[in-house]
């Protein structure tokens, strides 16, 4: 694993659109259980026929939240977008985040649970997690979906600044 690229980027005003999880919903440890029902049960694509998405590919955006870890499933849409039967919404507010391009092996898991290397580096710039914020993890097409010819990846990782 790799932390490729280190940026600051808006994440803009935005209503994300998918399924809430808490840490009961874990399966092994992680969600990844429920990655997979996303996909097999063609959330997604019913998401992707809701128009109004923002910028952002299929995305988990995390917090904690009065003292309980949520973690969504889905994908940004426009604060305006109709919420299709079945999904859950979270409206966001623009927020200012620091940016990882990490890059290594999906298959492997290593470029997941990257948050101490993430804010190692956040450290080094005098950057600041703000409390109880945002991360998200983004799955950028094609970054993420085209793996080159070592079979790596890029996840970006974004975490809330203050």
């Given at each position: 694993?790799e932390?490729?690229?280190?940026?600051?980027e808006?994440v803009p005003?935005g209503r994300?659109?998918?399924k809430?999880?808490?840490?009961e919903d874990k399966?092994?440890?992680?969600?990844g259980a429920k990655?997979?029902e996303?996909m097999?049960?063609?959330?997604?694509?019913?998401?992707?026929?809701?128009?109004?998405?923002v910028?952002?590919?299929?995305v988990?955006i995390?917090?904690m939240?009065?003292?309980e870890f949520?973690?969504w499933?889905?994908?940004?849409f426009d604060?305006n977008?109709n919420?299709?039967?079945?999904?859950?919404?979270i409206?966001?507010?623009e927020?200012?985040?620091?940016?990882?391009?990490?890059?290594?092996n999906a298959?492997?898991?290593?470029?997941?649970?990257?948050?101490?290397?993430?804010?190692a580096?956040?450290?080094?710039?005098?950057?600041?997690?703000?409390?109880?914020?945002w991360?998200?993890?983004?799955?950028?097409?094609?970054?993420?979906t085209g793996?080159?010819?070592?079979?790596?990846?890029?996840?970006d990782?974004?975490i809330?600044?203050?």
């Amino acid at each position: 694993m790799e932390i490729k690229k280190v940026f600051t980027e808006t994440v803009p005003a935005g209503r994300l659109i998918g399924k809430r999880y808490t840490d009961e919903d874990k399966v092994g440890g992680s969600f990844g259980a429920k990655w997979g029902e996303f996909m097999q049960r063609g959330w997604f694509a019913a998401l992707e026929q809701a128009g109004g998405k923002v910028e952002f590919d299929y995305v988990a955006i995390m917090r904690m939240n009065e003292g309980e870890f949520e973690y969504w499933i889905g994908m940004f849409f426009d604060k305006n977008a109709n919420v299709p039967e079945g999904f859950e919404s979270i409206d966001t507010e623009e927020f200012e985040a620091a940016v990882f391009w990490i890059y290594g092996n999906a298959e492997n898991g290593e470029i997941y649970c990257q948050e101490d290397a993430c804010l190692a580096e956040m450290n080094k710039r005098g950057w600041r997690k703000k409390q109880d914020g945002w991360e998200i993890e983004r799955y950028n097409c094609p970054r993420f979906t085209g793996p080159d010819d070592a079979g790596n990846v890029i996840l970006d990782y974004y975490i809330q600044i203050s």
